[in-house]
């Protein structure tokens, strides 16, 4: 069986058919445009999302930066205190050293002055000793030398 159709009747169908088909194209197209426009909107909600995330950690960052930092500040503060303290330290101990040197020194010039003292002590002593016994002995002789006057004496007028 053979339709034949006429040539407006074929020109109409076809028109018809493109209609359908142009239709259900744009319908696809529109569809397409929406998913697209959806993928779009999701993409950039998450590009959104995530610059958020991306500020968020970066002023995280920041704030953890910026308290490193200060405690960096601290500690430096804290060993610079340190390092003067250990060196006030360094000179007290220092000082402590010349000071047990001095004393050790005048220590050693007052033993050598107690034995130069004792020394003189023992040879005052000996002179001490020895002016008296020549005073003694002064005395003895001037009471030998009376002795010997009276007896010259009695002598002289025998």
């Given at each position: ?10 020109e ?21 445009l929406?998913?697209r426009?959806?993928?779009?909107s ?50 007290h ?60 004496r ?5």
């Amino acid at each position: 069986m053979s339709i034949s159709l006429r040539p407006e009747t074929l020109e109409a169908l076809t028109s018809e058919a493109e209609i359908q088909d142009f239709d259900s194209r744009s319908e696809y197209i529109r569809h397409i445009l929406q998913s697209r426009h959806q993928i779009e909107s999701i993409d950039q909600t998450k590009v959104q999302v995530v610059e958020e995330v991306a500020e968020q950690l970066k002023e995280s960052h920041h704030g953890k930066i910026s308290e490193i930092e200060d405690r960096l500040s601290e500690y430096e503060l804290q060993l610079n205190d340190i390092h003067n303290i250990s060196k006030k330290a360094r000179e007290h101990h220092e000082f402590i050293e010349q000071t047990e040197d001095k004393i050790s020194e005048l220590a050693s010039q007052v033993a050598s002055n107690e034995e130069k003292l004792e020394e003189h002590r023992r040879r005052s002593h000996e002179r001490d000793r020895e002016r008296r016994n020549n005073e003694e002995e002064i005395r003895q002789l001037k009471r030998r030398i009376e002795g010997l006057q009276s007896e010259l004496r009695d002598l002289r007028e025998d």
